[in-house]
């Protein structure tokens, strides 16, 4: 399993902006930060770190959710925040049966998925 994940970004103050907005309904915040990056997690585990650097080649991270209004919210914010629909929220039953997933492009290009894994 992994402890944490980091990618690089090309404008860190536009990422923290659109990570701070999609990821807040999947209860992440921003927990530790310095002048070059900035980490997000629940309280105060960091878990997920961008980096002002050289983008990351266009990577996916999917991020569990506790329900489906998570995943619609997780949706919903990304893209006020500028991310561009990559998918809309729905199942996933290719997957397996219970897959709810929503998928948002971040300002480098990334993938960034909310799933949740629980029947409705």
Known sequence: MLDHLGIGVRD????????EAALA?????????????VAF?????PIFFLSAREPSAHVHIALQ???????????AAGL????????????????HPHYYGAYVLDPDGNNAEAVCHTPQ
């Open 41 to 45: 997690g629940p309280t105060a585990r």
């Open 65 to 75: 959710a506790n329900d489906r209004e998570r995943v619609d919210a997780f949706h």
């Open 25 to 37: 309904p999947l209860g992440y915040g921003v927990v530790m930060e310095g002048e070059q990056y």
């Open 12 to 19: 860190l103050v536009a990422s923290r902006a659109f990570y």
């Open 80 to 95: 006020a925040a500028g991310g561009r629909d990559n998918g809309h929220p729905g199942l996933r039953p290719e997957y």
